[in-house]
């Protein structure tokens, strides 16, 4: 099993930042991937960004991309989303996901490729 802790959410005006923070712990020897997916009231979970830990390459979701970036500290196991330009539509519960290696030819994006969740932190964003 792997637990993931998210930390950082809050309430920021429009165009401001946020960080926020994931903590890994657990058997992560057998990830290979591990993202954000953020999820707002009446809405499905939406894909946000991810990254592969070894290479570090990353992707992200249209709606974020030249705002967002995601991180990873090795070191500390623990991975970041950095969001610049927030905007009030940003507003959701966001979600820190991982990989148990099951799915690793699936792509990113897909929710079924991540069997790990952490309990998610809130980001509001006002206009």
């Known amino acids: 099993q792997v637990q993931l802790v998210e930390s950082g959410g809050g309430l920021v005006e429009a165009g401001g930042s946020l960080r926020l923070s994931c903590a890994a712990s657990g058997r992560t020897f057998s990830t290979s991937a591990s993202g954000w997916f953020r999820q707002a009231p009446g809405k499905e979970r939406e894909f946000v960004a991810a990254?592969?830990?070894?290479?570090?390459?990353?992707y992200y979701g249209d709606s974020v991309k030249g705002r967002f970036t995601i991180s990873r500290d090795n070191a500390k196991n623990t991975q970041y989303l950095q969001m610049n330009s927030l905007k009030p539509e940003d507003t959701a519960v966001y979600y820190c996901a991982a990989d148990s290696g099951r799915g690793s030819g699936w792509p990113l994006w897909l929710r079924a490729k991540y069997d790990y969740w952490g309990q998610g932190t809130q980001v509001t964003v006002s206009s």
């Open positions: 990254i592969y830990w070894s290479g570090g390459n990353t």
